[in-house]
């Protein structure tokens, strides 16, 4: 096993004897597979401790911009600051846009600035494309594509393709049973709903043409079987309403584990959430920016998000 270390510095780490460890180096055996795995052990943690003392890395300021809502914000910023010490030795340095301002008074500011890179999380509109195409410096979109910008890569879920995956599993789930589906829409969209609702009526339509489709809150008195929300959240008050019916459900999808839709999940209130991994989205959005700086070798490309299917028998430990 080479390495740069003397066998005094591994030994000092390991807490053996600079001999054991030199018959270990040059397996001269008499000595057992636990202390070999001590002495590996130690190496490693060697290894990581030179990793972290390297220079850092030059620099990079980049722009995060989304208007929200605040539970994609707090977890979008939670999945960077988490990656950070990832990409090292290269530094990010991130500056935060979130909340209610323009987004185009925002990129214009950020044109105006030292700014390395952008992530950009924003509703598909000329003037948005219009402002990216001004700025210089490269623009990765994340789970809101602006496919006729400037951008230099997406990262993402195929929304459309993530709706109709809803339409499979619940017509898997509903086979023959007759009754209504309700499609959940509120008064305000997230970004990328109107893609996920596109994409489950049209699979819908496909699989069940006469199948009943509804849109709308909760409407009562209609023999729903299924529900469908393409938002990301707001399922709670979905389910309470039923309850306060005393109606009934057989199938929930919904999309986004966060700590609701984990507690419906066990509560067996939803039948499947439909999540993606957002801090590795992140990461892949860092890297993109990096390459396009010159800083990483690599393509610079689009990278489409695997869509998990989570079930009550598969939630993580940490939700």
Request: with cysteine; glycine share 8%.
């Amino acid at each position: 096993m080479k390495h740069p270390y003397r066998i005094r510095e591994i030994a000092r780490q390991a807490g053996l004897s600079e001999a054991t460890v030199d018959r270990v180096l040059h397996h001269r055996g008499g000595v057992r597979e636990s202390t070999a795995r001590e002495v590996h052990r130690a190496i490693a943690a060697l290894d990581r401790e030179q990793a972290q003392a390297r220079p850092a890395g030059p620099a990079y300021p980049i722009d995060v911009v989304s208007p929200g809502p605040p539970r994609f914000t707090a977890a979008l910023r939670q999945a960077l600051e988490a990656e950070l010490p990832e990409l090292a030795p290269a530094v990010l340095k991130p500056r935060f846009h979130f909340g209610d301002a323009d987004p185009v008074t925002v990129l214009e500011r950020i044109g105006r600035s030292h700014s390395q890179g952008v992530i950009l999380n924003a509703v598909d509109s000329p003037d948005v494309v219009e402002a990216v195409g001004r700025l210089t410096m490269p623009v990765v979109t994340l789970g809101a594509d602006l496919p006729a910008s400037k951008r230099v890569a997406y990262v993402g879920i195929d929304h459309a393709d993530a709706g109709a995956t809803a339409a499979y599993l619940l017509e898997q789930w509903l086979a023959d049973r007759a009754g209504d589906v309700l499609l959940v829409r509120g008064p305000a969209a997230d970004l990328g709903e109107f893609e996920r609702a596109a994409g489950f009526r049209a699979e819908m339509t496909a699989r069940a043409p006469n199948r009943r489709l509804v849109e709308g809150p909760a409407p009562g008195g209609l023999p729903v079987r299924a529900i469908y929300s393409p938002a990301a959240g707001g399922n709670a008050s979905v389910v309470a309403s039923f309850a306060a019916e005393h109606r009934n459900y057989d199938v929930f999808v919904a999309h986004d584990l966060d700590a609701e839709n984990a507690a419906l999940l066990r509560g067996q209130q939803l039948s499947a959430v439909l999540h993606h991994d957002l801090r590795a989205d992140v990461r892949h959005a860092c890297l993109t920016i990096l390459r396009a700086q010159g800083a990483l070798p690599g393509p610079i490309r689009s990278h489409v998000s695997a869509v998990q299917v989570i079930t009550p028998f598969n939630l993580p430990q940490d939700f």
